[in-house]
């Protein structure tokens, strides 16, 4: 079993920054690709970014490429997501989240955080 702790949400002028990381820990853990999802109210949850078991690859929704950044540093066993240019529309709840493999191509996670909190205010 792998567990996800999030850290770092909260509330942002439009415009701004935010760092967003998660924990993980669980047995093989630091192999597994991770990523982030975010769910705004009254919708469904969507993929943002992912990142492969060593690092190498990434992939990012249309939607957040060239704002944001996801990162890992496996001797922490973390997965961050740093956030720039922050819009009222990236105003959702963020999921870390880890499938069971080391590529990045995957769409449906194995495990999930508790998620966090961002609010980007105009």
């Known amino acids: 079993q792998v567990q996800l702790v999030e850290s770092g949400g909260g509330l942002v002028q439009y415009g701004g920054s935010l760092r967003v990381s998660c924990a993980a820990s669980?047995?093989?853990?630091?192999?597994?690709?991770k990523g982030w999802f975010r769910q705004a109210p009254g919708k469904e949850r969507e993929f943002v970014a992912a990142?492969?078991?060593?690092?190498?690859?990434?992939r990012y929704a249309d939607s957040v490429k060239g704002r944001f950044t996801i990162s890992r540093d496996n001797a922490k066993n973390t997965v961050s997501l740093q956030m720039n240019n922050l819009q009222p529309e990236d105003t959702a709840i963020y999921y870390c989240?880890?499938?069971?493999?080391?590529?990045?191509?995957?769409?449906?996670?194995?495990?999930w955080g508790q998620g966090t909190q961002v609010t980007v205010s105009s």
């Open positions: 989240a880890a499938a069971r493999t080391s590529a990045v191509g995957w769409t449906r996670p194995d495990y």
């Open positions: 669980g047995r093989t853990s630091s192999a597994y690709s």
């Open positions: 990142i492969s078991g060593t690092g190498s690859s990434t």
